[in-house]
């Protein structure tokens, strides 16, 4: 356990920036660059990523992995994990160019967001477990789609205009990229539609119980809720007008989601939610149950036994409930 909590953001941040460079070097200037340094590098850096989110996951107090650092960190993994994955069967595409940046923008914005697990009663753990792994893969969709619909427009500008391929920069065919275009659009708008209804159901059980309530206008709530609403109408548009399923077409939906998705995540940073409120109200109620909880042990021995156990009784509740 002490090795692990040695393993710091940073060590994986400079894996994969190293693997971008590398990438850069051998499009531009290094031609004759082996694949097999890029996935090394890749490889250690995405085995310090694993180690990091497992010791994030059992030093955690409460629900491993349920803040919003480990959101994006989470995300910028299965980015990770995409990318190294194709880079296995396409060598010498110069896929880390599309996707390594967007790795690192994740890190860099995890950077800047809480790291206090998101507040949530014990009757909507689940739901909140489901409405985190949707979105999450719904994000992760969405990118990869970003991705592949990036490459597909300049493959096909490079066709149109007879362009040589530039030293290693090669990319993958038009047709693999269409494929992925069009399953990207599908699969994203199933991940981020059940993310999205499984925190309608989560919000309306938190107004039930009248415990960690966010109001329906919440930055939060109607940011998601234009963002499927854009993936629905993109995978209608697609399914209904047949010559959106292939070509450019097909690759600008792609571009315009991960936009949408760009805008989100910016409205959740800047804007103000009732998340962050929640999240400074259980530190301060869990700091001053540390201070209840200590002050009824420095008491001294009371011969009515009975003065104690209702001294240590609400503590006792108080942990169970937050538990």
């Known amino acids: 356990m002490l090795f692990l909590s040695r393993i710091f953001v940073f060590c994986f941040a400079a894996s994969y920036s190293l693997a971008l460079l590398l990438e850069i070097a051998r499009a531009v200037l290094w031609r004759n660059l082996r694949p097999v340094f890029i996935l090394g590098v890749t490889a250690a850096g995405l085995l310090a990523h694993t180690l990091y989110l497992v010791n994030r996951a059992i030093a955690a107090d409460s629900t491993p992995l349920s803040s919003a650092f480990d959101w994006y960190v989470l995300g910028a993994w299965g980015l990770a994990v995409v990318y190294f994955y194709w880079s296995c069967h396409y060598r010498n595409s110069a896929l880390g160019l599309f996707v390594l940046p967007l790795v690192l923008g994740l890190i860099g914005l ?42 597909y427009l300049i493959q096909s500008h490079r066709l149109k205009n007879k362009l040589t391929t530039a030293g290693s920069m090669r990319l993958p065919s038009l047709e693999w990229l269409e494929r992925v ?6 699969i994203s708008v199933l991940m981020v539609g059940a993310g999205f209804a499984s925190g309608i159901v989560l919000n309306m059980v938190s107004h039930r ?36 399923r292939s070509g450019r077409k097909v690759a600008y939906l792609t571009v315009a989601s991960f936009a949408f998705l760009a805008v989100a995540l910016g409205l959740r940073l800047l804007l103000p939610s009732e998340h962050t409120a929640m999240i400074e109200k259980q530190k301060t109620e869990s700091r001053n149950l540390k201070v209840e909880w200590v002050a009824c042990e420095a008491q001294p021995p009371n011969p009515t036994a009975l003065r104690s156990v209702f001294c240590l009784l609400p503590s006792a509740l108080s942990l169970e409930i937050l538990r």
């Open 110 to 151: 995890a950077k800047f967001a809480s790291r206090e697990p998101f507040p949530q009663s014990r009757a909507g753990q689940i739901w909140g477990s489901i409405h985190g792994v949707f979105l999450l893969l719904g994000l992760v969709a969405v990118a990869m789609g970003f991705v592949a619909g990036l490459m």
């Open 181 to 186: 275009n069009s399953r990207a659009i599908l």
């Open 209 to 244: 119980s009248k415990i960690d309530e966010v109001p329906w206008t919440d930055p939060v709530i109607w940011s998601t809720s234009l963002m499927f609403a854009w993936l629905l109408a993109a995978a209608i548009f697609s399914m209904l007008y047949r010559p959106a």
